[in-house]
């Protein structure tokens, strides 16, 4: 395969974020939040128990230790994230929401910075205050005096709660470095989400949960095209690319969230979307691109002998 030809898979996997944004939009008061979470976990660990069961059960030995690790990556990314964002979509458009997500290669850094004791950098100071700004011009609507006035929006700070959540499991999956990487890392987050969100499913009103002519196509597309398809894509792409060429991609998922907003859903996108929008993303680009630490940390002197 050509490097060229290589670009395809970080690019159709947002392709498929961006959808799977949307189907967040369209599922806003027609199915509840756990019951869609639930009924993406319930399809996607069915899928691929087809080609991961196998390799995943002759591996239980390496597996087993982890299961608590697996247990909280799997609650952070496929339960908390996934729950807040389908909650946050009945008040925000898709927009924000596309925008929020894409902050999550800066919320990672920054929470790797605290957690790994990663010296941080200049862009990630520059580029986290750069996206501050253009966060509070996005949700004020272009007035950040409006914030006083009228505050949020509730759907845009659960958003910011959601991207920060997948930040920490960025940066707890990188600290931990399990020996279990792949598919069956996927697999056994997704069962132990499946677990917890059960309770919850059986919790939400009948009404909320039915699967019917509306629901079922959310459903498909959440559980099968955006949790196997699209991880199967992404990580194609970093294995051809490298993890920060395919961290640009992300940058697409605003703009291609929006068309997909204006077809879809009939959302306009004004000025400040734009303005906003691109100044959020230029800080994570900044982040990403200026990595000159902030200091140079100095080794300790070896202590002298007596």
Same mark, same amino acid.
Request: glycine share 8%; aromatic share 10%; hydrophobic share 60%.
């Given at each position: ?25 369209l ?6 939040? *756990? ?23 002759r ?30 979509? *009945? ?14 290669? #800066? ?5 790797? =910075?605290?957690?790994?004791? *990663? ?15 253009? #966060? ?8 950040? =005096? ?54 919850a ?12 002519? *509306? ?10 095209? =955006? ?15 490298g993890?920060?060429?395919c ?38 680009a ?15 002197a ?5």
């Amino acid at each position: 395969m050509t490097n060229r030809a290589a670009f395809l898979f970080p690019f159709f996997a947002i392709v498929l974020w961006a959808g799977n944004v949307i189907v967040s939009r369209l599922s806003a008061h027609t199915i509840g939040p *756990e019951a869609i979470t639930f009924y993406r976990l319930l399809l996607a660990v069915g899928l691929m128990s087809l080609f991961v069961a196998p390799p995943a059960w002759r591996n239980r030995a390496v597996i087993w230790p982890h299961l608590g690790q697996f247990a909280i990556l799997g609650f952070l990314a496929m339960c908390l994230f996934q729950s807040l964002s389908y909650l946050a979509a *009945e008040t925000t458009t898709a927009t924000n929401m596309a925008v929020f997500t894409a902050l999550t290669p #800066l919320l990672t850094m920054l929470l790797s =910075a605290v957690l790994l004791r *990663e010296t941080p950098t200049f862009g990630l100071i520059s580029g986290g205050a750069l996206s501050l700004a253009g #966060l509070v011009y996005l949700v004020s609507g272009g007035d950040p =005096a409006a914030l006083l006035r009228n505050g949020v929006h509730p759907g845009d700070p659960l958003m910011f709660v959601a991207a920060l959540v997948y930040a920490l499991y960025g940066a707890l999956l990188k600290r931990w470095d399990l020996p279990v990487a792949g598919w069956q890392s996927t697999y056994m987050q997704a069962l132990c989400a499946l677990a917890v969100m059960f309770p919850a499913f059986l919790a939400t009103p009948a009404p909320m949960r039915a699967l019917n002519a *509306e629901t079922l196509p959310l459903i498909a597309y959440a559980g099968g095209l =955006a949790s196997i398809v699209l991880p199967f894509l992404w990580v194609r792409g970093v294995q051809i690319l490298g993890p920060n060429r395919c961290a640009i991609f992300m940058n697409l998922l605003p703009m291609l969230t929006a068309l997909g907003a204006i077809a879809l859903l009939g959302e306009p996108v004004r000025a400040f979307h734009v303005i906003g929008g691109g100044v959020a993303l230029a800080g994570v680009a900044c982040a990403a691109l200026f990595r000159r630490p902030l200091w140079i940390s100095v080794p300790a002197a070896p202590a002298l002998a007596d």
